[in-house]
């Protein structure tokens, strides 16, 4: 046989048995196509108690490949159904909604699915998918366990087995529903990987899966939230979600506000803390992941914040806002729309600014907490976790102003109506000068001379007083009091008061030479519109002034004292006037009493016939 014509023989077997082929898959997926979205469509209504129905444009597929294509696919839940469900108790507290552009499946066997019931997908690709979840609470449910999905499964399928699922781009939207509130949430660009999905008996008891998979990724890049008000604008770089691994990692956080200060402030129209917070990495370790998808509470064992920044600013130029009271942090826990509870939280690296604009002074003061580290532990606005314990501790280190080393603990009752809490700490030696960053703007003091061997303080407060004590080591103290200028806005020294202040009122160390010491008591009464941070450095600032002698009844004695010398010298100011005044009242006569005398001997001199020379030739216009 010659060659060509064993090739022309062989072209034709081949072209006759791929017409064939081609002719076999166009009859099976005919044949097979309405079985297989029969069987999609009931997978659906079987496994959600037929809550949900499925439905799309068009499904094309490739038996030869084992690939398959929908288009315009939805998936929504039954408005009828659900009604049901509510009066029986069954309904559940999330509710989806599901529409895709495109859904690619590869690799899938239409013989398994007949033969054993088994479902096989080797990959599913939902493109541009937008996924909306309605959280509905349900105070009352059905007491009866659910069914396990792959019995809910078994009437169709046996198993059902899908090694990778992939949503690319996608849309994702919160809606949690709390009586007539509705309350939204998006997430666009957010990447959804879920592997090796099974669904049998088998893995209905393997404990290492997540729903049945392997793991269940999100991946989302630059989220961007604006708050209700428009005052501040949420940002998050990356966030990962790992299902097995239980963590949840947060990049490149940023808490800002939408204004600059003064339209900031034109806008809110009272005083309030105006917060500016940037976090490098928030982690989130051994979470409950069933809590967090399914009734969205955010349980987790520890909390890992690093570098966080947070600058507090407050301008009191602008009227208090008539409330009844400020909520500490500790109170806010109870205002979160979700439940929340975190067992240790430990923060590294952190800077905590808190700055305030005076309006006697028109200066800015600054404290500086940087270098900060520690952990706060019982995090949690859970009813039942309040029970077993209701106090949150703050165990926190600090460098002040980066000079000296401060470390405090404060303790929240988390269930005080009244927000009480209490805090104690300790501060080492550092040079006294240091603290005029906060002391000469808000107080109109500064520190000339000082140092700061040891202070250590223990406070009990709440919402309405704080009490406690303070023992402050210092040597070599003086001080320096400051005024208002009116007239040009500026600070000017008070020479005569500070000297009074040093020499009368302020004990320049404690101990005394005499080995006397000062244990402060503090006695803070918080107006109702002290922010938490501004009530901490109030009331440590009254138990400074009193170590360093300026007791209560010392400073209204010192007071009045002031009063008398400051009355004495306006006296003698207005004495100085009055003298002045007749001085130049006499000099005036003087001056036209020789203008007079000037005048007359002119006229003489004139019927003489000559004439005098100038005044001030004479020097009529000089002193005598």
């Known amino acids: 046989m010659k060659p060509r014509s064993l090739i022309r023989r062989l072209l034709f077997a081949f072209g006759t048995l791929s017409i064939l082929l ?96 088994e479902l096989e997908i080797r990959s599913m690709l939902f493109e541009q998918p937008e996924l909306i979840m309605t959280n509905v609470p349900q105070l009352e449910k059905d007491s009866l366990p659910e069914l396990p999905v792959y019995k809910q ?5 046996n198993r059902l087995h899908i090694e990778r699922i992939a949503l690319r781009n996608s849309r994702f939207i919160f809606r949690q529903k709390r009586n007539q509130y509705i309350r939204n949430i998006r997430f666009n660009n957010a990447n959804i990987d879920i592997s090796d999905l099974l669904v049998d008996s088998i893995a209905a008891a393997d404990t290492s899966r997540f729903y049945y998979t392997r793991n269940v990724e999100l991946m989302l890049n630059n989220y961007r939230y604006t708050t209700p008000d428009s005052m501040y604008k949420l940002r998050i770089g990356k966030l990962k979600l790992s299902a097995v691994d239980k963590r949840l990692i947060a990049d490149q956080i940023s808490l800002t506000p939408t204004l600059n200060l003064a339209d900031f402030y034109k806008k809110a129209g009272f005083a309030k803390d105006r917060f500016n917070i940037n976090v490098n990495q928030l982690a989130f370790d051994q979470l409950d992941m069933e809590a967090l998808l399914r009734k969205q509470r955010l349980f987790g064992k520890i909390v890992d914040i690093n570098k966080p920044e947070v600058v507090v600013f407050n301008n009191n130029v602008y009227p208090k806002k008539l409330r009844k009271n400020v909520l500490f942090p500790q109170q806010q826990l109870k205002k979160l729309p979700f439940q929340l509870k975190l067992d240790t939280i430990n923060i590294r690296y952190g800077t905590f600014i808190y700055s305030e604009f005076d309006r006697d002074s028109r200066k800015t003061g600054k404290i500086v ?21 209701h106090i949150a501790k703050a165990t926190l280190s600090s460098m002040l102003y980066n000079k000296g080393r401060l470390n405090t603990t404060f303790s929240f009752d988390l269930n005080s109506p009244t927000g009480a809490f209490d805090f104690n700490g300790s501060l080492g030696e550092m040079n006294g000068r240091v603290l005029n960053e906060i002391t000469k703007p808000l107080g109109l003091l500064e520190i ?15 919402q309405e007083l704080a009490k406690g004590s303070m023992s402050f080591f210092y040597k070599d103290l003086s001080v320096q009091l400051f005024e208002r200028n009116e007239s040009t806005g500026t600070l000017r020294k008070q020479g005569i008061m500070s000297g009074i202040a040093n ?38 600032f009254i138990g400074i002034k009193q170590s360093v002698g300026i007791s209560k009844e ?31 009242s006499i000099k005036a006569q003087r001056k036209k009493q020789r203008a007079e005398r000037l005048k007359k001997r002119q006229k003489r001199q004139d019927k003489k016939g000559y004439k005098l020379k100038k005044p001030s030739e004479e020097g009529l216009n000089n002193n005598s």
């Open 554 to 584: 010392k400073e209204q004695r010192l007071n009045k004292r002031l009063t008398k010398i400051a009355e004495f010298i306006a006296e003698l100011k207005e004495r100085n006037a009055v003298r002045k005044k007749q001085l130049e």
């Open 448 to 462: 000339n001379n000082g140092k700061v061997n040891k202070l250590l303080f223990n406070v009990k407060a709440d």
């Open 153 to 157: 499964l078994q009437p169709i399928l």
């Open 369 to 389: 907490f940087s270098h900060t580290g520690g952990k706060i532990l019982n995090v949690t606005n859970q009813l039942e976790a309040l029970k077993q314990n």
């Open 22 to 117: 081609f002719a076999g898959a166009w009859y099976l997926t005919l044949k097979w196509r309405p079985a297989l979205e029969r069987q999609l469509k009931e997978l659906v209504l079987v496994s959600s108690d037929s809550l949900y129905s499925v439905s799309y444009a068009s499904l094309n597929i490739n038996l030869l490949a084992g690939n398959a294509e929908i288009r315009d696919f939805k998936l929504k839940a039954d408005p009828r159904i659900y009604e049901n469900l509510l009066k029986l108790k069954k309904a559940p507290e999330n509710l989806f909604e599901l529409q895709v552009n495109k859904v690619f499946i590869k690799r899938f066997h239409p013989h398994h699915l007949y033969t054993n019931r």
């Open 503 to 540: 020499v009368f009122v302020l004990e320049p160390s404690n101990p005394d030479a005499n080995g006397d010491f000062i244990t402060a008591d503090i006695n803070y009464l918080r107006p109702s519109d002290v922010s938490f941070f501004s009530y901490i450095w109030k009331t440590l």
